[in-house]
C-alpha cells in the first residue's frame, strides 16, 4: 500500500467537505471562530441551547445574529445545502443551529417551527435527564418517548429538522429510531462495547441506526475513549475504526464535542440535574473538567482538524472514505432530512 503524500492529503482536505456535527465550544471566544477557520471547517453544528428554557435560547440566537455581524469576514448562518456549500466555496465557517435538548419547546410543539424558521436544523430529543419527550442517558428509568415525545419527532420530521439521540436514554433512543420516518443522527458518541460509558450508545441502537441510514459521529471527547485523559489523536482514530467496523463507512462522521475555551461555570451547568442542581447525582464534583485534557493531545481544537485527515490517509482509508468521514455522510443526511 502505499502511503499518500502530504502535499495529497492537504490537497484532499483542502477540497473536502468538513462537518464537526457537535461543538460546544465558547461563542464569546474569538479564538474558538479563528481557530474554526484556520481549520478550513466548513460547517458545524453549533450547540445554542443544553438546558435553555425558550426565552433564553431565543437570548442565545439573539446574540448569535450579533457574531454573523461582528465575525462576517469568517462566519456564515447555514439553514440550506446551497448554504453549505456557498460556505466552502467561499472559505467561510457555516454555523448550523443546534440544540442539545427539546427544553427549548417547553410545552409546545408550535415553537418547533417558530425554531426552524429561526434556522435551528438540529434537536436532541433529550439532554442527560428526563424532559416532556422522553428519558435521558443518566435518568433513573428509561420509559421510552412519550406521547408528546412521540408527536414531536413527527414535527420534526415534518419541518425538516434533524433528530439527534447523543445524550438520549437507551429505550428512547430505539423508539425515536423506530417512530422517525427519517433517519436520525447521533451526533457525538462511540459505542458502549468499546468503552463502556452510559453516554455511548448500544450494539442494538448503532444497528437499528445503520437500517434507517442515519449517521454517527465518532466523538473525540476523551472521557468517552478507553485511553480517558491520556488520548492521543490516533486513539480517536481507533474510535472512528470501530465505529467504521460497526456500522460502515457511510453512516460514520465527526462529532467532536470540542469545548474549547469552556469556563469552570459551563462544566458545573452542563452537570447539573436539570441545569439547576449542581451538584447533580450523575457527576462527581471532585472532577474538575475544565481542568482535563478534554480533547486528544493533536487533536485539541479544530485548528488540527488537517491532521484527522492525514491521519486517516496513513491509517489506510481510501481517498473517498476519507472525504465520506470529514462531512460527506453528513451531507448527505441533511440531503435527506432537511426540507427545502
Same mark, same amino acid.
Not at 3 to 25: G, H, R, W
Not at 63 to 73: I, P, T, V
Not at 271 to 291: C, H, I, L, M
Not at 306 to 331: C, S
Given at each position: 500500500?502505499?502511503?499518500?503524500?502530504?502535499?495529497?492529503?492537504?490537497?484532499?482536505?483542502?477540497?473536502?467537505?468538513?462537518?464537526?456535527?457537535?461543538?460546544?465550544?465558547?461563542?464569546?471566544?474569538?479564538?474558538?471562530?479563528?481557530?474554526?477557520?484556520?481549520?478550513?471547517?466548513?460547517?458545524?453544528?453549533?450547540?445554542?441551547?443544553? !438546558?435553555?428554557?425558550?426565552?433564553?435560547?431565543?437570548?442565545?440566537?439573539?446574540?448569535?445574529?450579533?457574531?454573523?455581524?461582528?465575525?462576517?469576514?469568517?462566519?456564515?448562518?447555514?439553514?440550506?445545502?446551497?448554504?453549505?456549500?456557498?460556505?466552502?466555496?467561499?472559505?467561510?465557517?457555516?454555523?448550523?443551529?443546534?440544540?442539545?435538548?427539546?427544553?427549548?419547546?417547553?410545552?409546545?410543539?408550535?415553537?418547533?417551527?417558530?425554531?426552524?424558521?429561526?434556522?435551528?436544523?438540529?434537536?436532541?430529543?433529550?439532554?442527560?435527564?428526563?424532559?416532556?419527550?422522553?428519558?435521558?442517558? !443518566?435518568?433513573?428509568?428509561?420509559? *421510552?418517548?412519550?406521547?408528546?415525545?412521540?408527536?414531536?419527532?413527527?414535527?420534526?420530521?415534518?419541518? *425538516?429538522?434533524?433528530?439527534?439521540?447523543?445524550?438520549?436514554?437507551?429505550?428512547?433512543?430505539?423508539?425515536?429510531?423506530?417512530?422517525?420516518?427519517?433517519?436520525?443522527?447521533?451526533?457525538?458518541?462511540?459505542?458502549?462495547?468499546?468503552?463502556?460509558?452510559?453516554?455511548?450508545?448500544?450494539?442494538?441502537?448503532?444497528?437499528?441506526?445503520?437500517?434507517?441510514?442515519?449517521?454517527?459521529?465518532?466523538?473525540?471527547?476523551?472521557?468517552?475513549?478507553?485511553?480517558?485523559?491520556?488520548?492521543?489523536?490516533?486513539?480517536?482514530?481507533?474510535?472512528?475504526?470501530?465505529?467504521?467496523?460497526?456500522?460502515?463507512?457511510?453512516?460514520?462522521?465527526?462529532?467532536?464535542?470540542?469545548?474549547?475555551?469552556?469556563?469552570?461555570?459551563? !462544566?458545573?451547568?452542563?452537570?447539573?440535574?436539570?441545569?439547576?442542581?449542581?451538584?447533580?447525582?450523575?457527576?462527581?464534583?471532585?472532577?474538575?473538567?475544565?481542568?482535563?485534557?478534554?480533547?486528544?493531545?493533536?487533536?485539541?481544537?479544530?485548528?488540527?482538524?488537517?491532521?484527522? *485527515?492525514?491521519?486517516?490517509?496513513?491509517?489506510?482509508?481510501?481517498?473517498?472514505?476519507?472525504?465520506?468521514?470529514?462531512?460527506?455522510?453528513?451531507?448527505?443526511?441533511?440531503?435527506?432530512?432537511?426540507?427545502?
Amino acid at each position: 500500500m502505499t502511503t499518500p503524500t502530504a502535499d495529497a492529503a492537504k490537497q484532499l482536505y483542502k477540497e473536502a467537505i468538513v462537518i464537526d456535527c457537535l461543538n460546544v465550544s465558547n461563542w464569546e471566544s474569538p479564538a474558538v471562530f479563528q481557530s474554526l477557520h484556520a481549520g478550513g471547517v466548513t460547517a458545524i453544528n453549533a450547540t445554542v441551547a443544553t !438546558w435553555e428554557n425558550y426565552q433564553e435560547t431565543l437570548d442565545n440566537i439573539a446574540a448569535w445574529f450579533r457574531r454573523f455581524r461582528e465575525y462576517n469576514d469568517i462566519l456564515v448562518q447555514v439553514k440550506t445545502i446551497d448554504e453549505l456549500l456557498q460556505a466552502k466555496q467561499n472559505g467561510k465557517v457555516g454555523i448550523i443551529f443546534g440544540s442539545q435538548n427539546a427544553s427549548p419547546i417547553e410545552n409546545d410543539l408550535d415553537r418547533l417551527a417558530l425554531f426552524h424558521a429561526l434556522g435551528m436544523r438540529v434537536i436532541q430529543v433529550t439532554y442527560h435527564e428526563r424532559n416532556l419527550l422522553g428519558n435521558g442517558c !443518566w435518568e433513573r428509568r428509561d420509559e *421510552g418517548l412519550s406521547n408528546f415525545g412521540v408527536d414531536a419527532v413527527r414535527e420534526m420530521n415534518a419541518l *425538516g429538522i434533524l433528530i439527534d439521540l447523543s445524550h438520549v436514554g437507551d429505550r428512547t433512543t430505539l423508539e425515536a429510531i423506530e417512530q422517525s420516518e427519517k433517519p436520525v443522527a447521533i451526533t457525538h458518541a462511540n459505542a458502549r462495547s468499546y468503552f463502556n460509558h452510559p453516554r455511548n450508545k448500544t450494539d442494538d441502537a448503532l444497528k437499528l441506526l445503520k437500517e434507517r441510514n442515519g449517521v454517527i459521529g465518532a466523538t473525540s471527547i476523551t472521557s468517552f475513549l478507553p485511553t480517558q485523559f491520556e488520548s492521543t489523536l490516533e486513539d480517536y482514530v481507533d474510535a472512528i475504526d470501530d465505529m467504521v467496523e460497526r456500522v460502515g463507512i457511510d453512516h460514520v462522521g465527526v462529532g467532536t464535542d470540542f469545548t474549547q475555551d469552556q469556563p469552570t461555570s459551563f !462544566w458545573e451547568y452542563i452537570g447539573a440535574q436539570q441545569g439547576t442542581k449542581y451538584p447533580s447525582t450523575f457527576v462527581n464534583p471532585e472532577v474538575r473538567y475544565d481542568q482535563l485534557p478534554m480533547s486528544p493531545k493533536g487533536f485539541e481544537t479544530p485548528d488540527k482538524f488537517p491532521d484527522l *485527515g492525514a491521519a486517516l490517509l496513513k491509517r489506510g482509508y481510501k481517498p473517498d472514505e476519507v472525504t465520506k468521514i470529514l462531512g460527506r455522510n453528513w451531507l448527505r443526511l441533511f440531503r435527506e432530512v432537511w426540507v427545502e
